[in-house]
């Protein structure tokens, strides 16, 4: 009997073991986005991202400062959020980048897809594909 509770205990510590690791809740597995190794530092106090400065804006990155096509990033109020800038449900083409408006919602113009960047989420099978985002203001550095 002493023995059987030994091996209970031992099932139970490895059980929560496995359940307290955390991936930050990043589940960047995408068939079609490629998961790319990058680091890039934005200064929302040049012109180009000071739109970052205001809650509920969003703004396109270009490539040359990481992601695939680029990346999205979005001051959400109470964060920043920064996406990549590829459609999550299409196969990487000539369309396949995320388009926005600033706001809070970006679109695919392969599907015409919208997905929301408070939770990167559509109607579709994949959302949107995230990055960390480390803030020390001005410097938001976005990196996977």
Same mark, same amino acid.
């Given at each position: *009997?002493?023995?059987?509770? *030994?091996?209970?205990? @031992?099932?139970?510590?490895?059980?929560?073991?496995?359940?307290? !690791?955390?991936?930050?809740?990043?589940? /960047?597995? /995408?068939?079609? &986005?490629?998961?790319? +190794?990058?680091?890039?530092?934005?200064?929302?106090?040049?012109? %180009?991202?000071? #739109?970052?400065?205001? =809650?509920?804006?969003?703004?396109? =990155?270009?490539?040359?400062?990481?992601?695939?096509?680029? @990346? &999205?990033?979005?001051? %959400?109020?109470?964060?920043?959020? #920064? $996406?990549? #800038?590829? !459609?999550?449900?299409?196969?990487?083409?000539?369309?396949?980048?995320?388009?926005?408006?600033?706001?809070? /919602?970006?679109? !695919?113009? !392969?599907?015409?897809?919208? $997905?929301?960047?408070?939770?990167? @989420?559509?109607?579709? *099978?994949?959302?949107? *594909? +995230?990055?960390? =985002?480390? =803030?020390?203001?001005?410097?938001? +550095?976005?990196?996977?």
């Amino acid at each position: *009997k002493n023995n059987f509770m *030994k091996k209970i205990c @031992l099932f139970l510590l490895f059980a929560f073991s496995l359940n307290g !690791c955390s991936d930050d809740g990043f589940n /960047n597995n /995408n068939p079609y &986005i490629p998961n790319y +190794r990058f680091s890039t530092n934005i200064n929302i106090d040049l012109p %180009s991202f000071s #739109a970052l400065n205001f =809650v509920g804006n969003s703004i396109y =990155v270009p490539p040359q400062l990481g992601g695939s096509p680029g @990346l &999205i990033v979005f001051n %959400s109020g109470s964060g920043y959020f #920064a $996406y990549d #800038a590829t !459609c999550p449900n299409q196969p990487v083409t000539s369309c396949s980048t995320l388009i926005t408006n600033g706001g809070i /919602n970006v679109v !695919c113009p !392969c599907d015409d897809e919208s $997905y929301s960047l408070f939770t990167g @989420l559509s109607t579709l *099978k994949y959302p949107l *594909k +995230r990055y960390r =985002v480390e =803030v020390s203001l001005p410097i938001l +550095r976005v990196y996977n």
